[in-house]
Nanobody
Framework: QVQLVESGGGLVQPGGSLRLSCVASGSIFSSNAMGWYRQAPGKERELVAGITRAGSTNYADSVKGRFTISRDNAKNTVYLQMNSLKPEDTAVYYC????????WGQGTQVTVSS
């Protein structure tokens, strides 16, 4: 059974930080690149950051220098460290394969507001 379980979201002030975590089924995590995606109200879902099995990374221009994606293969977990958060980062954040497949978890809400 495929499982993607995101956590770590919340309400944070502009300039603050959050660390998101995603635990994935071992069968899909160990052999695939993973990505973090987000969807803001009224907008399409977009790739925020991706990481290959070997650790190579890619970031959306809007988050470069502020967000860091990492993975712990022993724990089947991918992380997204988000620093210097801005109101425009407000969205539901999801993890998935990179590129994604059809199944999506419940996501975790990130709200950046004063």
């Amino acid at each position: 059974q495929v499982q993607l379980v995101e956590s770590g979201g919340g309400l944070v002030q502009p300039g603050g930080s959050l660390r998101l975590s995603c635990v994935a089924s071992g069968s899909i995590f160990s052999s695939n690149a993973m990505g973090w995606y987000r969807q803001a109200p009224g907008k399409e879902r977009e790739l925020v950051a991706g990481i290959t099995r070997a650790g190579s990374t890619n970031y959306a221009d809007s988050v470069k220098g502020r967000f860091t994606i990492s993975r712990d293969n022993a724990k089947n977990t991918v992380y997204l460290q988000m620093n210097s958060l801005k109101p425009e980062d407000t969205a539901v954040y999801y993890c998935n394969l990179w590129p994604p497949f059809a199944y999506w978890g419940q996501g975790t809400q990130v709200t950046v507001s004063s």
